[in-house]
């Protein structure tokens, strides 16, 4: 079975532009969660989607957005790029409902310059 | 959720067992335990889960105590290859916390030869 798979691995875009990230999960997960990745702040929560509704959010800004289409791949956006946004954004996808045994992609890293 | 607690840092000897403490002495009746681990610049990894049994699977054993205050993560044969930060995570089966992991330090485990 393909893993977990996001595009593109690597972007450099500019402060005030905004950008799309995509995920495939894994044929047959549903649940599709999204992390950031900083040095000063370590992994954190953005958003998990489950049958294309969004279950649970994390404390980020509304310039952090997602959606899941019907096949479970999921986008996530980020408008009004600041330099703190400067990350890897780790998507992972969960066969079960709860979605807790998550299985990670290998993340797209973003600069913001 | 409980908080975990886990050492910042520990060296096993390459062949030898690594036993990976975390601490959840708040831990509710309703909540399971989680390991992860992240190899440098990739996303993580699943590597089992338990609530109050003792688990094993192909990669690791979790040992939980009687009180479920404890546990221990053990990878019978350390291998160079894994080397990686390890996550403990404490989770509760309730519908708004679906899909949301929340990572904390992790212990950086370093095998060495």
């Known amino acids: 079975k393909a893993g977990v798979t996001q595009t593109p691995r690597y972007l450099i875009k500019t402060r005030g532009q905004q950008v799309t990230l995509s995920c495939s999960p894994i044929?047959?997960?549903?649940?599709v969660s999204w992390y950031q990745q900083t040095p000063g702040q370590g992994l954190q929560f953005l958003f998990e989607?489950?049958?294309?509704?969004?279950?649970n959010k994390g404390n980020f800004p509304g310039r952090f957005s997602g959606r899941q289409f019907s096949n479970s791949r999921s986008e996530m956006n980020v408008s009004t790029l600041e330099l703190g946004d400067s990350a890897l954004y780790l998507c992972a996808s969960s066969p079960a409902g709860t979605g807790y045994e998550q299985y990670f992609g290998p993340g797209t890293r973003l600069t913001v310059t | 959720d409980a908080k975990t607690t886990q050492p910042t840092s520990m060296d096993c000897a390459e062949g030898r067992a690594a036993n990976l403490p975390c601490n959840h002495s708040?831990?509710?009746?309703?909540?399971?335990v989680y390991w992860y681990r992240q190899i440098h610049s990739q996303g993580p990894q699943y590597i089992i889960h338990?609530?109050?049994n003792n688990e094993t699977n192909e990669m690791a054993s979790l040992i939980i105590t009687e009180d479920r205050k404890s546990s221990t993560l053990i990878l019978p044969h350390a291998t160079l290859r894994d080397t990686a930060v390890y996550y403990c995570?404490?989770?509760?089966?309730?519908?708004?916390?679906?899909?949301?992991?929340?990572f904390g330090a992790g212990t950086q485990v370093v095998v060495t030869p």
């Open positions: 989607y489950f049958s294309e509704t969004q279950r």
């Open positions: 044929s047959g997960h549903r649940s």
């Open positions: 708040t831990i509710s009746g309703n909540e399971y």
């Open positions: 995570i404490v989770r509760a089966m309730t519908t708004d916390s679906w899909g949301k992991l929340q």
């Open positions: 338990g609530l109050k």
